[in-house]
């Protein structure tokens, strides 16, 4: 009876491990999406904020541009 018990606690053993290996993989491959969750929002962010730099650029060209015109205009006036 002691080796019969000694090997239910045994089985036992393997049981909960094997549950517990099983509990971690489960938690590893969540926090793995999470973690791809996040990288995916990141980029999103980062893509939003570079089209942000991009248009703001650009505007800030046109006005140079238009500046550049109007000092352009105004010397052609003055000469």
Known sequence: TQV???ES???????NNAS???QMELRIKE???ELLKMKSSQEDLTKTELDRYKHLYLEEV?????????LNKTSERLA
Not at 10 to 15: F, I, K, P, T
Not at 62 to 70: A, G, I
């Open 9 to 15: 606690i045994a089985q036992l053993r393997e049981n």
């Open 20 to 22: 517990l290996r099983s």
């Open 62 to 70: 046109t006005h140079r541009m238009s500046l550049t015109n109007e």
């Open 4 to 6: 019969a018990f000694q």
């Open 31 to 33: 926090l793995e999406f």
